[in-house]
């Protein structure tokens, strides 16, 4: 091989591993790549963004979708509203640390803009301002400090953010719902210092702590809460802040066949973090939809035969559906469970279609009972629960899930199953057996209003018409 063809050769080399190097980096928690959200779930940032102990040990809440940020995962509380004592993750902010503080990661990046998201600047720089970020973050709050007091100064993108200079200072409080992988700031005064704040998609409000329930899991307005495209089944509401039934079993008085003691993993709950754990019955309406058993979330029996949890209400209800979390990846551990009201079954989980960490279930028929009680029956298997609704619609809601509304009930009284007015149709409409909704009765007495005065009218014209022919 001739020198040259040599040169060109391992120049190719070169060229080929600095291109499988940039497609194979890893994500760079100090830069922002782990608040991020389109970074966070490729596989190269697993091992970045989710700490300690196995991936995933620091999710949690329903369907996982929420993250721990405390400093000390041993502080985690695994609720929304939990506190860090020992301070927050980079990029986050106390008491609850899931307020995101994107100018942590921005200062460390390599750009003209940099050194105005550290608190320690001393150069001002006079806009316009145009700052290209690393990475694309959701933001509500841009927080803008200049060297003087300046009414003028504004983001100019991304738009939609309402600025407003505060009282007596050089700081523009900039608000909106954002998401933007650039800032443009105007105005007539230099800044100093600039400060990047938003929620995780999954939460709003001024602490990221209130859970946002769109429909098909989109995000909700970062300040405001409301979604664009409606709720999640469920809820309901301008914000889909409101539940469309109350789960009857919550709190309630338990019981189960057996308790399992787990020895020998981690368990992290309550700001602790240790290798035993009880599994009781009253972790399973507790209120914490947590799939993961490490969070000590779940209740769960020994290995036995015909292993069986059960609730006992306040009163009789009548009772039609419920709905059961599944421990986390063990979505076969529940297969042919059995549903029963007092002695009477509800359901028997069968199919393929059953095995999921959600259950929805929907009895063959409505029963009245205080009981219910979920079992496996046949050959030594353990009973996971990890967390148990009974449901029963609020007013003005019924059918499945409590999805379908009955808003022309008089006083929102309907059937929770069919939807049948308890006490009527309100003023102006009436109950329509075909379609099983109240509908306006106005409509049909204009038509038999209107008919006869059309014809009356026609008729007359042709009277007189003849009279004056005559």
């Not at 409080?173 to 992988?181: I, L, Q, R, V």
């Amino acid at each position: 091989m001739s020198s040259g063809n040599l040169i060109t050769f391992c120049t190719g080399i070169l060229l080929m591993l600095s291109i499988e190097q940039i497609f194979t980096i890893q994500c760079n928690d100090t830069q922002g790549d782990c608040v991020a959200d389109d970074k966070r779930g490729e596989d190269s940032c697993k091992s970045t963004c989710f700490r300690n102990l196995d991936y995933g040990t620091d999710l949690f809440g329903k369907d996982q979708k929420f993250q721990c940020h405390c400093k000390n995962i041993t502080d985690c509380g695994f609720r929304i509203l939990s506190e860090c004592e020992r301070g927050c993750s980079l990029g986050y902010k106390l008491p609850y640390c899931q307020r995101r503080k994107y100018h942590e990661f921005i200062q460390n990046e390599r750009n003209n803009y940099s050194h105005l998201f550290s608190s320690h600047n001393q150069i001002a720089v006079k806009p316009q301002i145009r700052i290209q970020f690393r990475n694309t973050y959701r933001f509500n709050t841009v927080a803008i400090y200049s060297n003087y007091s300046d009414s003028t100064m504004r983001v100019t993108y991304p738009g939609g953010m309402e600025c407003n200079l505060k009282p007596n200072t050089n700081k523009t409080m900039c608000t909106g719902d954002a998401t933007a992988d650039k800032l443009y700031i105007d105005g007539k005064a230099g800044v100093n210092h600039i400060k990047l704040i938003g929620c995780p998609p999954e939460l709003y409000g001024k602490n990221c702590t209130n859970e946002c329930h769109c429909s098909r899991g989109e995000s909700c307005h970062q300040i405001s809460g409301i979604c664009k495209n409606g709720c999640e089944d469920g809820w309901h509401g301008k914000k889909c802040d409101k539940q469309t039934y109350v789960n009857i079993a919550q709190g309630k008085q338990t019981n189960q066949t057996s308790i399992y003691r787990k020895l020998g993993e981690n368990i992290c709950y309550n700001g602790k973090c240790s290798e035993f754990d009880i599994m009781t019955s009253d972790k399973a309406v507790d209120g914490n939809f947590d799939h993961a058993v490490p969070h000590k979330s779940c209740a769960q029996t020994k290995s036995e035969t015909d292993p069986y949890w059960q609730v006992t209400l306040d009163k009789p209800y009548m009772i039609s559906q419920l709905r059961i979390y599944n421990q986390m990846n063990e979505s076969q551990s529940l297969e042919g469970f059995k549903v029963y009201l007092e002695s009477t079954l509800c359901f028997e989980g069968r199919k393929d279609k059953y095995m999921k960490e959600v259950i929805n279930i929907k009895c063959q028929k409505p029963v009245n009972s205080s009981n219910v009680k979920i079992s496996l029956e046949g050959k030594k298997r353990r009973l996971t629960l990890c967390e148990v609704e009974v449901l029963q619609c609020v007013p003005g809601f019924y059918g499945d899930m409590c999805k379908e509304h009955c808003e022309f009930c008089e006083g929102s009284k309907c059937d929770q199953v069919t939807g049948y007015c308890e006490e009527g149709c309100v003023i102006e409409y009436y109950w329509d057996n075909n379609s099983k909704k109240c509908k306006e009765k106005c409509k049909y007495i204009l038509v038999y209003i209107l008919v006869p005065l059309t014809l009356f009218a026609v008729l007359n014209v042709g009277i007189s018409a003849a009279i004056s022919c005559w």
